[in-house]
């Protein structure tokens, strides 16, 4: 389903470059709740939005269901990340509009027509648990809530994976719990494809089936979490 070969990001400031990723080769299935861990500036944001190309890697190739995204079109490339839907650490909420808006934002970028964007909406207020708050505005929620509807946006337009990149981090335990919870529901329910970085072993530990440890830029061992967790 995703599979990343030979992948380098190099960044360059003032023409010193900083190797950010390498000889990243990694395959996720389809379906599967894939976790990477690692340090603070291991490189796991690098690597996560290197996905869906909100990072351009310098080398190698992103194949999603067989399509290399690094050699699309601006046009090709804009219509292959509706399949993939991501969260962020701090939300992303446009803070002047509703909840409701919130979620159709992507519908409303895709064009879809109002019947289908309100049906679509409600559909997802009411798989994350906010079909009252569809009218408040992002301040009026807890963090929890907030992300919430950062999930229900991300799904708006039915994508095949989920990227969420340290999407439990500002939250509280108990908080954190939920969210997961929710994410192993949605992952159960529609199979999405999910991909998670994070600092954390817990949550690794909690819902991911596969986990990849970065270090340096690189991968250091990958495979199902109890294996790389229990070895000696
Ligand atoms: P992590 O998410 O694991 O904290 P990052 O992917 O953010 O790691 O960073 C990996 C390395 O790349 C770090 O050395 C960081 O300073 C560097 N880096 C990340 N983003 C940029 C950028 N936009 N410009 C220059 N260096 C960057
Ligand atoms: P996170 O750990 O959530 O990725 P960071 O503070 O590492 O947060 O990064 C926030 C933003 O700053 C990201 O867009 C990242 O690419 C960029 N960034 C990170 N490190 C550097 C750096 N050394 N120079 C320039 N930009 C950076």
């Known amino acids: 389903m995703i599979k990343l070969q030979n992948l380098r990001k190099d960044y360059y400031m003032k023409k010193r470059a900083v190797t950010a990723l390498k000889r990243i080769d990694l395959t996720i299935a389809k379906g599967e709740i894939f976790g990477i861990i690692g340090h603070s500036g291991a490189g796991k944001s ?29 046009r090709d490339l804009q219509k292959a990340r509706q399949s993939i839907g991501m969260i962020f650490q701090h939300f992303n909420l ?60 991300a799904l708006a337009n039915d994508p095949k994976v989920l990227l969420c990149d340290e999407a439990t981090s500002a939250l509280d335990p108990m908080t954190t719990h939920s969210i997961l919870r929710l ?18 072993m817990g949550v690794i530990q909690e819902i991911c089936d596969r986990v990849a440890v970065i270090d340096g830029g690189e991968i250091v061992e990958d495979g199902p979490v109890a294996e790389v967790f229990l070895r000696p």
């Open 46 to 74: 690098t690597l996560i939005r290197c996905i869906n190309l909100l990072e351009r890697p310098t080398e190698g190739t992103v194949e999603i269901d067989g399509v290399d995204l690094t050699r699309l079109g601006a």
């Open 94 to 153: 446009l803070a002047s509009t509703t909840i409701y808006e919130n979620v159709a934002f992507p519908l409303r970028l895709a064009k879809k027509p109002q019947a289908e964007i309100d049906r679509k909406v409600n559909e997802l207020l009411s798989l994350v648990g906010l079909t009252e708050h569809a009218k408040k505005y992002p301040a009026q929620l807890s963090g929890g809530q907030k992300q919430r509807v950062g999930i229900a946006r």
């Open 183 to 200: 994410l192993a529901d949605i992952n159960k329910k529609i199979g999405i494809t999910i991909v998670l970085i994070t600092h954390e």
